[in-house]
């Protein structure tokens, strides 16, 4: 089981990122995707997730909302979260991880994650 995340990197207050989420190793559309967020000095925190199945249910934290959005695509084992707006509160590593849902449309931030990528780094600054 794998899952990378990649597409990080340095950006100015107001600009934009994609982060990209590939998974293998497990049947990917059971599994709802979240990402999560580690900032210096601070716990880490769910930002958003997605279902698993083709009417997936995404949930963001309100700190993000409108500003990111998160969207999958079964076929290529992938899980895009587009960063528009950033500010310099954003900096932090950014992981994916992956909940077993049953193939469900529903994802919830709160539950306990199966499996972990590494992260990748985002950083706001002028």
């Known amino acids: 089981v794998q899952l990378q995340a990649s597409g990080g990197g340095l950006v100015q207050p107001g600009g934009s990122l994609r982060l990209s989420c590939t998974a293998s190793g497990f049947t990917f559309d059971y599994y709802a995707i979240a990402w999560f967020r580690q900032a210096p000095g601070k716990e880490r925190e769910g930002i958003a997730c997605?279902?698993?199945?083709?009417?997936?249910?995404?949930e963001y934290t309100d700190s993000v909302k409108g500003r990111f959005t998160i969207s999958r695509d079964n076929a290529k084992n992938t899980v895009l979260l587009q960063l528009n707006s950033l500010n310099p509160e954003d900096t932090a590593v950014y992981y994916c991880?992956?909940?077993?849902?049953?193939?469900?449309?529903?994802?919830?931030?709160?539950?306990?994650?199966?499996?972990w990528g590494k992260g990748t780094l985002v950083t706001v600054s002028s």
């Open positions: 991880a992956a909940d077993y849902t049953y193939g469900s449309s529903w994802c919830s931030l709160g539950r306990e994650y199966d499996y």
């Open positions: 997605i279902g698993g199945s083709t009417d997936d249910s995404t």
